[in-house]
């Protein structure tokens, strides 16, 4: 089972940024970062990065967010600029631990999760 831990997040202003980091005890065919807006109950996938070092975006953050991956450390990166209000929300890393899908919009691709990290933008 892959066990995550997150580490970033905090408050920051608009138009600033910041970086969460999500570190993998073990080598998940895919990783990615979601967020769930306060009052949502779904949680929104950002991107996700696959072990073969490509990467897909929602376009809704296309743009402004960087997703990157270093297999040698098993962790992810999530590079937020130009930081909006509406960006605030608890950011989650998730990971698939098999092999083989090509799916990654929704949580239910993935079986490890995120303690999850606070991001509030301030206008």
């Known amino acids: 089972q892959v066990q995550l831990v997150q580490t970033g997040g905090g408050l920051v202003q608009t138009g600033g940024s910041l970086r969460l980091s999500c570190v993998a005890s073990g080598r998940p065919s895919a990783m990615a970062w979601f967020r769930q807006v306060p009052g949502q109950e779904d949680k929104s996938v950002i991107g996700?990065?696959?072990?073969?070092?490509?990467?897909n975006y929602a376009a809704s953050v296309k743009g402004r967010f960087t997703l990157s991956r270093d297999n040698s450390k098993n962790t992810i990166y999530l590079q937020m600029n130009s930081l909006k209000p509406e960006d605030t929300a608890v950011y989650y890393c998730a990971a698939r631990s098999w092999f083989g899908s090509s799916a990654w919009t929704a949580p239910g691709d993935y079986n490890a999760w995120g303690q999850g990290t606070q991001v509030t933008v301030s206008s």
């Open positions: 996700v990065t696959w072990y073969d070092g490509s990467i």
